[in-house]
């Protein structure tokens, strides 16, 4: 009888230790255990430095050109690291430098786009979601109104008003289109928490408007949109580098992937090597953002574990 009191006791003290824990201690510990997160999570690391300190990768000027020795030279695949490992472009600039200083400005657009879009749109779900009424029926409509404009289509036309196409004005253009779905995902998050039982005890408690919504309701809905921003920031790297390559968004002298798989494109048969090793490297970091929101939307949801 005294084994079983003590199985018994420890059981439930398990039980209560498992339950203390909080939603984001408990998404870490699914994540730790997720391939998923590790795979893309290192790939990042190693993309963000690239993007952060490009210098650690090569020490190689990517605008420096050599018409005379490296037009359109193939890959030297035996010379890691070095200027020629992925050859060089028809202005004999070393495409290894340059794919390597163009993650900068590609991975700065969709960093600061999501961020702008998660600000804007969750302002917006947050006051139509709280508030409902007639406020909920302007911003709705007006979300419904941007919805119907497709984001790279809303690009195009309003970067067309700015002569100086920056990293700044891209990232404008994007956000400008870009904070429906957080929007709608916070409105929906939003109008189901605010009828749960410690949101009426709060305001029972006299708790004001916005102690409710930043301490109480903030916390318990970022699970969706952090999923939904994480999947959608590649998306938005994609785009920018769509935007370049229509010659839309970045130029010259400013070095992205955009820019260089539009650059090129002509001369793809000569020499393919220009044009596919930026776009692979796009498309490694969309995939990999990608993956990362898979991954954190199966920590956070506990109905997929």
């Known amino acids: ?18 339950k203390a824990r909080s939603l984001g201690q408990d998404a870490w510990r699914e994540l730790r255990r997720s391939w998923l997160f590790w795979a893309s999570g290192i790939l990042l690391v190693l993309l963000i430095l690239m993007a952060a300190w490009p210098t650690l990768f ?38 290894y430098a340059r794919t390597v200083h163009g993650a900068r400005a590609s991975i700065i657009v969709g960093v600061c786009v999501t961020l702008a879009v998660t600000l804007v749109g969750g302002i917006v779900g947050m006051l139509a979601g709280y508030f409902g009424g007639w406020l909920d029926t302007v911003l709705s409509r007006l979300t419904d109104v941007f919805f119907g404009i497709p984001l790279l289509l809303g690009g195009l036309v309003l970067l067309q008003a700015f002569t100086n196409r920056t990293i700044w004005t891209v ?14 995902v916070m409105r929906g998050a939003v109008i189901t928490q605010k009828e749960a039982d410690f949101v009426t ?3 029972a408690l006299g708790a004001g408007t916005g102690r409710i919504l930043f301490r109480h309701i903030l916390p318990n809905v970022l699970g969706p949109v952090i999923v939904v921003a994480t999947i959608a920031l590649g998306g938005y790297i994609a785009t920018e580098a769509t ?36 776009a692979g490297f796009l498309s490694l970091t969309v995939l990999a953002f990608i993956l990362l929101g898979d991954a954190v ?3 956070l949801d506990p109905k997929l574990r």
């Open 1 to 18: 009888m005294a084994v079983a009191a003590e199985l018994a006791a420890g059981t439930d003290k398990q039980t209560s230790t498992e």
């Open 58 to 95: 090569t020490d190689v000027d990517p605008r420096q050109a050599d018409l005379r020795n490296h037009y359109l030279t193939g890959p030297q695949w035996s010379h890691f690291f070095q200027a020629d490992w992925f050859g060089y472009n028809v202005q004999g600039q070393s495409v």
């Open 243 to 278: 935007l370049s390559y229509l010659g839309i968004g970045l130029k010259d002298p400013t070095v992205s992937w955009g820019v260089d798989i539009s650059a090129s494109q002509k001369d793809l048969r000569d020499g393919p090597h220009a044009l596919l090793m930026p």
């Open 201 to 203: 005890a709060a305001r």
């Open 171 to 184: 990232t404008f253009a994007l956000t400008a289109f870009g904070w429906m779905q957080i929007a709608r």
């Open 297 to 299: 939307r199966d920590a």
